[in-house]
């Protein structure tokens, strides 16, 4: 099947930085999602892509959908102790009726 | 406000046990979804439906099946739970007919002894 590679799987960062983490596939898809999941929670959608090239924000989130549409990328800017989470990337594919998602990255905020 | 409710927080079983999973949706989404979730593999489909009594196969089907009765919900079934079936179960709806922007629920701890 469908395979998103999705790096980096943790990182332990301080208040105040900026991260990013992106998703990689062999595959072309036509829409990317970036969800965030806090513990104990279901995943919660933060930014929705549609069209190769674009770039959205969410508040302090940013993504884009890759120029090739087989990659995308999630920064977050002025990290604060809230954004510990796990975070996925998923992707739809045409002629597919549900979303591939990748492993997902744990990040971690220290205060 | 969007809500995806799954019937038990956590569970515990034994091996050879039948094991239902309820999922309960009040947003009128035509699409459903169940999800297992393991450390460092993400979220596995395991199946999906895009109607009432229809359903499809996800990436991981066997050992599972589903119910849709009703639009609102969606069971998840293991026949025979095995300790491999140990995991986080997540069920999500879609009110896009693509299956895109799923809402997701709490999730479901299951562990089969």
């Known amino acids: 099947g469908q395979q998103l590679n999705q790096s980096p799987q943790s990182m332990f960062i301080q208040e105040g930085e900026d991260v990013s983490m992106n998703c990689t596939s062999s595959?072309?898809?036509?829409?990317w999602l970036w969800y965030k999941q806090d513990p104990g929670e279901g995943p919660v959608l933060l930014i929705a892509?549609?069209?190769?090239?674009e770039l959205t924000s969410n508040g302090r989130l940013t993504a884009q959908f890759g120029i090739t549409r087989k990659d995308s990328f999630l920064n977050i800017s002025a990290s604060i102790p809230s954004d510990v989470g796990i975070y996925f990337c998923?992707?739809?594919?045409?002629?597919?009726?549900?979303?591939?998602f990748g492993s997902g990255t744990r990040l971690q905020v220290q205060p | 406000d969007v809500k995806v409710t799954q019937s038990s927080r956590y569970l515990v079983k034994r091996t050879g046990e039948k094991v239902f999973l309820e999922c309960v949706q009040d947003?009128?989404?035509?699409?459903m979804f169940w999800y297992r979730q393991d450390p460092g593999l993400g979220l596995r489909l395991i199946y999906f439906?895009?109607?009432?009594?229809?359903?499809e196969k996800g990436d991981i089907p066997e050992g599972y099946s589903v119910s849709r009765e009703k639009k609102e919900r969606f069971s998840l079934i293991l026949e025979s739970a095995s300790t491999n079936q140990t995991s986080m179960y997540l069920c999500?709806?879609?009110?896009?007919?693509?299956?895109?922007?799923?809402?997701f629920g709490p999730g479901t701890r299951l562990t089969v002894l």
């Open positions: 999500a709806s879609s009110f896009s007919p693509l299956g895109n922007e799923q809402f």
């Open positions: 595959s072309i898809f036509n829409t």
């Open positions: 892509l549609y069209k190769a090239g």
């Open positions: 998923a992707g739809l594919s045409w002629g597919r009726r549900a979303l591939t």
């Open positions: 947003m009128d989404h035509e699409n």
């Open positions: 439906s895009y109607d009432v009594k229809m359903k």
